[in-house]
Structures are given as C-alpha cells and as structure tokens.
C-alpha cells in the first residue's frame, strides 16, 4: 500500500479544513456552493477546438485536438455535482486531460439537467441523447468510452443499464472516478468513514443523502442507484476511489458483482485520498498518477495494452 504523498497531505487537509467551516463548510456540503457558483468564462488553450452544441433540453461541448485528433474513439463525459450541479470549468479541464492522455480522443461533455428543478429521469434521458448524438455523428457503439465522477459515475453506470435493457449495444468502456453508485446511503464505508471523510464527513446534512434527485422514485432503482443493478455483458471498466471517502463502498461493490458476472475490472483504491481527488489533476502525486493509469486504461479498450498486466 503506498503512501500519501506530502502535498496529498496538505491539500486533504486544506480541503477538510474548509469544508469544517462553519460558514462556507454547510454549502460545500450540502451542494450549496457548487449550484450557485458563478465562473469566468473557460478559455479554451490554443492546442484545442470546442464546439458548443445546442440541444432540446440541454447543451453539449464538443473538444477535439488541433494537432493529432484520433478517429477511432471518442469520449463521453458525464460530470459529477450531485445531481444537483450543473457542469463547471473544471469538468472542460477534465476534457483537456481526457484528450492529452488518450493521444488525441475527442471528448463531448453535457451539461445535463440537475435538480431539484429536473429530478429523476432527466440526467439519464440527457445522458441517453448524447449517446444518440454521437450515434448519429457517425460513432459505433464500441468507439464511445463513457467517462464520469461521481454523480456522473453513477449516470454511466446507469446509461449502460438502460442501453441494455433495450438491447442496444454498450459503450467499448468506462472510466468511473469515485462513482455514487448508491443513493441509499447504506454500504459501510458510510460508516467506516464518516469521521475520516474530509469533504462530506461528520454530519447527515450533504449532498450524499439529498433527495432532490431521487423524488419520489424508489432510490433502490438500478437507473438510480445502479449499485443494485445487474453487470453482465458490461465493457471493461476502470474504477478509482480514495480509501477515506464515505462512498468507497459504492466503487467496491459495484466492482465485485461486475466481477462476478465476468466484466474486466480494474479497481483503484489510491490510499488516504479523497472524493474525486482527480480534481488535484497535475497538483499532486496521487491525481498525477490517477491519470497516467486512464491513459494506461485508454490502451487497454484500444488493444494495445492487455487488460492483466499491471499498471
């Protein structure tokens, strides 16, 4: 077990620092923040293209390399924020680095409907839209790899649940980075990390038992919490954790049934981190490395890496 580096250290703790405070800590929690922010506007570096894309009830941005773009995959980006947030730079950031590590894959991300305005189902009918979007640009099914955090993980879980109860063919992969795979709160590590959890830790008034989202739909439902889904005939996942999360149990089941249904799976549980510590990106060790290994998981759905070596 490796472990934490220095600056994982310190941004961990800078991270539960503020999310203890008693004044900006509450709307960190609870999404408050995240679904008021207001950002400058994303300048998209020289080396990229974007294309907004309208859509009936949602947009889309498309990013694709200026140098070396690949035509054999693209990239779905599903976003996290709890169902509750609605896209942010970060994620168009997420999109650089989904294109840099992959050599050169576009990525569209969608700036789906959030609650509590548009609850259940609409983040799963916007998520489905895309996917026929892209069906339509000219993309088979085995060249999309969906990529999502979080709430985002748990939506491209649910995606391929609902491509396959009606027997449409799945994504060729998945990249789930802290997925919240179930909205029933009631895997261990709830419990386990209720007080080590630096960003939703030591209280109930979070996000993570918000039900804005789930209305008055059972939260149990497999397009809600496809933690309680059936995995078979799923593609290749890669899925990351950080072992002090209050939702690592939602990456460990969700790995073991795929698992016991014969999915390839890779599951990385980075030591001492944090809910999608991939946000650190190029800051500290752990995000750096937690990217290397999706470029590494990039060559295994593109054949060029087999799925039982080590990364």
């Not at 990013?63 to 773009?69: M, N, T, V």
């Not at 890669?238 to 939702?247: D, R, V």
Request: aromatic share 12%; charged share 25%.
């Amino acid at each position: 077990m490796r472990e934490v580096s220095v600056r994982g250290k310190v941004i961990r703790d800078m991270i539960a620092h503020v999310a203890n405070d008693n004044l900006i800590g509450r709307k960190i929690k609870t999404g408050e923040l995240r679904k008021n922010l207001v950002e400058p506007k994303w300048h998209c570096p020289d080396c990229f293209y974007l294309e907004e894309i309208g859509m009936p009830n949602f947009q889309m941005e498309y990013l694709c390399s200026k140098e070396s773009p690949r035509k054999d995959y693209v990239i779905l980006q599903l976003h996290g924020g709890g169902y509750i947030g609605a896209m942010r730079n970060a994620y168009r950031s997420f999109a650089g680095l989904y294109c840099e590590v992959s050599r050169g894959m576009s990525v569209l991300t969608i700036d789906y409907r959030v609650a509590p305005e548009d609850p259940y189902p609409a983040a799963l009918e916007d998520a489905a839209a895309a996917w026929d979007w892209l069906k339509r640009a000219g993309w088979h099914s085995r060249q999309i790899i969906v990529a999502g955090d979080s709430a985002g993980g748990g939506l491209a879980l649910a995606l391929c649940m609902y491509l396959k109860d009606r027997n449409r063919r799945l994504p060729g992969g998945l990249i789930l980075m802290s997925p919240w795979a179930d909205l029933t709160a009631s895997g261990p590590s709830y419990e386990d990390n209720y007080e080590r959890d630096p960003l939703f830790g030591k209280t109930r008034d979070s996000l993570i038992y918000n039900r804005d989202y789930v209305g008055w739909h059972d939260p149990r439902e497999p397009y809600i919490s496809p933690m309680f889904g059936e995995y078979q005939g799923f593609p290749p996942m890669l899925i990351q954790a950080g072992s002090m999360e209050m939702l690592l149990s939602d990456s460990v089941v969700v790995a073991y049934k795929a698992k016991q249904r014969g999915v390839k799976v890779r599951l990385s549980i980075y030591e001492g981190m944090f809910h999608v510590f991939q946000m650190g990106m190029m800051m500290m060790p752990e995000s750096v490395e937690a990217w290397k290994e999706i470029g590494r998981y990039f060559e295994v759905v593109t054949g060029k890496r087999d799925f039982s070596r080590k990364t």
